[in-house]
Nanobody, 122 residues
Framework: VQLQASGGGLVQPGGSLRLSCAAS????????IGWFRQAPGKEREGVSC????????YYSDSVKGRFTVSRDNAKNTVYLQMNSLKPEDTAIYYC????????????????WGQGTLVTVSS
């Protein structure tokens, strides 16, 4: 069971990035996926999640209206489209799964990817 997060990088304020979370060793079809981030010196923060079945989504207030989570079950991959990025979005972004519950609380998630760094700076 492995999750691989990718797509991070350096972007200017107002720019966009799309993160990917690819699963291997198991199917994401029946699981919710959560996105989390951790900035230097801060606690891990839940950003978004997408459910397994009807694909319902949830966003933290800090990213609502700017980030969009989606999934492609055929590719066993979940995406996080990040628009209108701000310097405060700078963090390592993680994807997680292993629960059917769409939540931005980290506790229920069993499997975590290694993280991808997003830096928003001019």
């Amino acid at each position: 069971v492995q999750l691989q997060a990718s797509g991070g990088g350096l972007v200017q304020p107002g720019g966009s990035l799309r993160l990917s979370c690819a699963a291997s060793g198991f199917s994401l079809d029946y699981y919710a996926i959560g996105w989390f981030r951790q900035a230097p010196g801060k606690e891990r923060e839940g950003v978004s999640c997408i459910s397994s079945s009807i694909g319902s989504t949830y966003y933290s207030d800090s990213v609502k209206g700017r980030f969009t989570v989606s999934r492609d079950n055929a590719k066993n991959t979940v995406y996080l489209q990040m628009n209108s990025l701000k310097p405060e979005d700078t963090a390592i972004y993680y994807c997680a799964t292993g629960t059917i519950l769409c939540t931005i609380v980290p506790g229920p998630y069993e499997f975590w990817g290694q993280g991808t760094l997003v830096t928003v700076s001019s």
